[in-house]
C-alpha cells in the first residue's frame, strides 16, 4: 500500500536526467546521445528552473500559479531529444501547498510547451486561521490515536479545495499517520498512514475470514554472483574498507552473490559499497523508524545466513539482494541512480518489531522494513524479490510524481484512481525486477506475490487482474473506480501495460500461461516489455502528477510514446489501443473529476 504522503517544500534541485532505454541496456533502442546531454545538465539545471518558473507565471491561465505563489523545484529532466521537464512543490505565501505540484514543459530553447497540473483551481486559502497550533495537534492525535508531532501551518489544494490546514505526524508504537486539520473549522481533512504497507488491511481481513495460513516455499539453488556498479569487488585489497564478493544464503532464491564491504582483513559488513553503501541492518524488534538505530550485520566469513530462519542472517541476506537487484534494474535500465536519483544509498532493516506480518516502504527511515511475520497467518518474513522490487517502486513513485489515494477509511484502506495507479506501477516495474534479475529459484512472470503461498497462488497478475479474488481486482475501468480500495483498482492500469507489452489472448512465457481478455474482445498486439516499459517510467517521471487518474495516465502514456517513438508509430497507437481495451478512452473521460 503506498501511503499518502506530503512532500515538505525544499528548494534543492534534483537533476534527474535519466530517460528510457539507452544503448546498450536491457532496454535498447537506438543510441539516444543521453550520457553526452547528461554531462552538461548540473550546469544548465539553474538555467532551466528559472525558465520553467518564468514560463508557469507567463503562463498563468494554463498552470494555474498565481500571487503569492513561489515555485520550488524537485526534478529537471532532460530528454534526449532536447525537451526539458521540471518538476515544481509549490508554497502559497510561504506555507507548502498540497496537491499544489506541476510539472513545466519546455523545449530545447527553453520555450514553454506545456504544463501537466495537479490543483485544476486557483489556490486561495482563508486568511486567518482560528485554531492554534497546539489546538490542531490536540485533534490530530484523537484521531490518529497516537501522539503528535507537532503542527505546520499548511494550504490543502487537494480534490478542488483550497483550504487553511494544519498537518500534523502522529506517531503511535507500531503505526504512524499524517493528519490535515482545516485550521478554521477543526475537521479532519485526512489521516492517512505513513508507511507502504504491502499486505493491506482490508486483505489481510479477506485471509483471515478465509483461514489462510500462509508458509511460503523457500528455494535452494543458486544464481550468478552480483556484479557491482562500478569496480569488479574483488577481494584482496590491503586497504580498508573495500568491497568484497560475498555468498547469501537466502530464504527464497538459494545462494547468490552479494558484494560487501571488508572493513578489515577477515572481517565484513553487509553494506555494499559499489552501490552508493546499500545496507541491511537488524531492527532486532524494534518499532525503529531511524536506520541509524539498527544493528549492523558484520561476519567473519563473508557468507550470510544458512538457507533457514534459524539464522537471524538469512532474511537479511534476502532484502540485500532484492534492494541491489531493483536498484541495478533502475540504473541498467533508465540509469536512475538510486531511489531518488540522487546516488545515496538504499536501506533495509529486517526483524522491525514483534509478529509484525507485513514488509513497507517508510519514507521517514527512508527505508525498507520487514516484519518477521505473526507465526500464525503469516510464517515467514516478506523478503521475496517481487515483494521488494514493488516496494521500493513506492520509494520511485514518491520521489516523482508522488502519486495520491483519493481518501482513506478508518481501518488505512486507501481509494481512488491514484493511488491504484500508484499500486499498479509498483506492480508493473516490480515484476520487471524479477525479469531483470533472471534467478532460477523465482523465475520472472507477470505475477505478483506468487511465492507468497497463497491458495490462489498469486496476490495479483498483469494479464487478468479479476483472477485475484482476494482483493476482488478489476479489468476495466468504470465510474465506480473513485470507490474501489487501491489494490483492487490498480488491475486498469496493469491491464493496459500487460496488453501492450505482450498482447491480448492466450500466451505462454516461461512456465506461466497467460489469457489475456479486453473490453469488447478488443485485439491488442504488444510491442514488446522493453517498450512498454520505456513508455511507462517516461510517462511517470515526466507526466503525471500527484492526483493523475487513469484517463490522465492515458494522456501520459500517449505523450510519453510520441516522445520516444513518435505520433505516427505502431508504439503510439497500440498505446492508446491498450488503454481502449481496458475501457479508457477520450470519449469516456469524465467531465467531473474527484
Request: aromatic share 8%; proline share 3%; glycine share 10%.
Amino acid at each position: 500500500m503506498r501511503r499518502p504522503h506530503i512532500r515538505t517544500v525544499a528548494v534543492a534541485v534534483a537533476v534527474a536526467t535519466a530517460a528510457t532505454g539507452l544503448a546498450g541496456t536491457a532496454f535498447a533502442g537506438p543510441d539516444t546521445g543521453e550520457r553526452h546531454v547528461a554531462a552538461s545538465a548540473s550546469s544548465n539545471a539553474a538555467v532551466v528552473v528559472e525558465a520553467a518558473r518564468t514560463a508557469a507565471f507567463a503562463h498563468a491561465s494554463a498552470t494555474g500559479v498565481s500571487q503569492g505563489d513561489e515555485l520550488h523545484a524537485q526534478d529537471v529532466m532532460i530528454d534526449p531529444e532536447g525537451a526539458r521537464h521540471v518538476r515544481f512543490v509549490r508554497s502559497n505565501n510561504g506555507l507548502p501547498v498540497l496537491g499544489g505540484d506541476l510539472v513545466v514543459h519546455l523545449d530545447g530553447k527553453l520555450g514553454y510547451t506545456g504544463v501537466t497540473r495537479a490543483a485544476g483551481h486557483t489556490v486561495k486559502p482563508a486568511a486567518k486561521a482560528r485554531l492554534t497550533a497546539a489546538q490542531a495537534a490536540a485533534l490530530a492525535a484523537r484521531a490518529a490515536k497516537g501522539d503528535a508531532d507537532g503542527a505546520q501551518l499548511v494550504v490543502d489544494a487537494r480534490a478542488g479545495a483550497s483550504a487553511l490546514a494544519y498537518q500534523v505526524t502522529v506517531t503511535g508504537q507500531e503505526t504512524a499517520r499524517t493528519v490535515v486539520v482545516d485550521a478554521v473549522t477543526g475537521k479532519v481533512r485526512s489521516n492517512t498512514p505513513t508507511r507502504d504497507e504491502f499486505l493491506s488491511p482490508k486483505l489481510l481481513d479477506a485471509l483471515r475470514e478465509r483461514g489462510e495460513t500462509l508458509d511460503p516455499a523457500t528455494g535452494t539453488g543458486s544464481a550468478a554472483a552480483a556484479p557491482g556498479l562500478a569496480g569488479s569487488g574483488a577481494t584482496g585489497a590491503t586497504r580498508y574498507p573495500s568491497a568484497a564478493k560475498g555468498t547469501g544464503k537466502t530464504l527464497f532464491v538459494g545462494s547468490v552473490g552479494l558484494t560487501t564491504t571488508q572493513t578489515s582483513r577477515g572481517h565484513y559488513q553487509l553494506k555494499d559499497p559499489n552501490r552508493y553503501g546499500t545496507e541491511t541492518r537488524d531492527a532486532k524488534g524494534s518499532y525503529t523508524e531511524k536506520f541509524s538505530a539498527g544493528t549492523k550485520f558484520t561476519n567473519t566469513t563473508n557468507v550470510w545466513g544458512n538457507g533457514k530462519t534459524s539464522s537471524r542472517v538469512t532474511v537479511a541476506a534476502d532484502a540485500q539482494y532484492g534492494v541491489t537487484k531493483t536498484l541495478d534494474f533502475y540504473k541498467s535500465t533508465f540509469q536512475r541512480k538510486g531511489i531518488r536519483n540522487n546516488s545515496k544509498a538504499a536501506q533495509a532493516m529486517v526483524h522491525w518489531g514483534k509478529k509484525v506480518a507485513n514488509a513497507f516502504w517508510d519514507p521517514t527511515c527512508n527505508c525498507m522494513l520487514y516484519g518477521d511475520g505473526d507465526g500464525q497467518m503469516f510464517k515467514k518474513p516478506l523478503v521475496v524479490l517481487d515483494v521488494t522490487g514493488h516496494e521500493l517502486t513506492h520509494g520511485v513513485v514518491e520521489a516523482t510524481a508522488n502519486l495520491q489515494p483519493t481518501f482513506v477509511d478508518a481501518d488505512g484502506n486507501q481509494y481512488g484512481e491514484p493511488g491504484s495507479l500508484n499500486e499498479s506501477l509498483a506492480d508493473v516495474f516490480g515484476s520487471n525486477v524479477e525479469f531483470y534479475a533472471k534467478n532460477a529459484k523465482d523465475t520472472p512472470d507477470y505475477l505478483v506475490g506468487e511465492k507468497l503461498g497463497l491458495a490462489q497462488k498469486f496476490l495479483r497478475r498483469l494479464d487478468r487482474p479479476s483472477l485475484d479474488k482476494l482483493e476482488g481486482t478489476v479489468d476495466y475501468w468504470s465510474p465506480k473506480l473513485y470507490d474501489t480500495e487501491v489494490h483492487a483498482g490498480s488491475g486498469v492500469s496493469s491491464h493496459a501495460y500487460y496488453l501492450l507489452a505482450e498482447g491480448s489472448g492466450k500466451k505462454k512465457i516461461g512456465s506461466v500461461t497467460y489469457d489475456s481478455p479486453t473490453y469488447r474482445n478488443i485485439k491488442v498486439k504488444g510491442i514488446g516489455r522493453a517498450k512498454a516499459t520505456a513508455i511507462y517510467y517516461r510517462a511517470l517521471t515526466r507526466y503525471m502528477v500527484s492526483s493523475t487518474d487513469f484517463h490522465q495516465a492515458r494522456t501520459a502514456t500517449l505523450k510519453a510514446a510520441k516522445d520516444l517513438y513518435g505520433a505516427n508509430s505502431t508504439e503510439y497507437k497500440t498505446v492508446d489501443t491498450s488503454w481502449a481495451a481496458v475501457n479508457v478512452t477520450a470519449a469516456n473521460t469524465p467531465r467531473a473529476r474527484h
